[in-house]
């Protein structure tokens, strides 16, 4: 049986070998981790799913910034990833629930703008659209083709040209991050 639950802290250590196993030790050479790095994931938007003790799946939740590259100012949003699901239990809907309740959890916490790097086909269901025709890149430029964004109608777009900055490692963003709080532009 398939169960899914907040993640806690106990499940880091499993979840750093599950993403190991999913993605390979290249993962941590992408644009994305550039982003996590020093900065604690939103535990309380995360979840992970198990199959009777065995930690199966997770996804997690990150504070950015999305930078305005010519009004040159900064918002909020948070950044989903990565999303895993152990090989062997693949196809059985795993990934799809998770999505479903992360997405649910962190809209109900308020944040309504969530970006991530992904397969279109695979996330238009959850209801995420490319970011192009506008122009954001993640750290070094990479990825704007397949950064995806989720976010109702009623929020500003996104800006013309902008990048995905990272939430600076000092200690007041950490502290809002494991808080479950994000912190506010500048």
Same mark, same amino acid.
């Given at each position: ?12 250590? =499993? ?5 190991? *196993? ?32 065995? =930690? ?45 309740? #992360? ?27 490319? *970011? ?14 397949? =950064? ?12 013309? *040209? ?14 809002? #991050? ?6 506010? #532009?500048?």
């Amino acid at each position: 049986m398939i169960t899914y639950d907040q993640e806690r802290p106990f499940d880091s250590a =499993l979840v750093e070998t599950l993403l190991d *196993v999913a993605f390979g030790p290249d993962r941590f050479a992408k644009s994305s981790y550039s982003l996590r790095e020093n900065v604690p994931a939103l535990r309380h938007l995360s979840w992970v799913a198990r199959a009777d003790d065995r =930690l199966v799946g997770t996804v997690r939740f990150w504070p950015i910034y999305i930078q305005d590259m010519i009004l040159g100012t900064k918002e909020s949003a948070i950044l989903l990833g990565p999303l895993a699901v152990a090989p062997d239990m693949q196809k059985y809907g795993i990934g799809a629930e998770l999505m479903k309740r #992360a997405v649910a959890r962190a809209n109900s916490a308020g944040h309504q703008r969530i970006l991530l790097v992904g397969d279109h086909d695979y996330y238009s269901r959850f209801g995420f659209e490319h *970011v192009l025709p506008r122009y954001i890149t993640m750290p070094g430029g990479k990825d704007a083709r397949r =950064l995806l964004v989720r976010q109702p109608a009623t929020l500003p777009s996104l800006p013309a *040209v902008g990048k995905i900055v990272s939430v600076a490692p000092d200690a007041d963003a950490v502290e809002a #991050a494991r808080a479950g709080a994000l912190p506010t #532009a500048a």
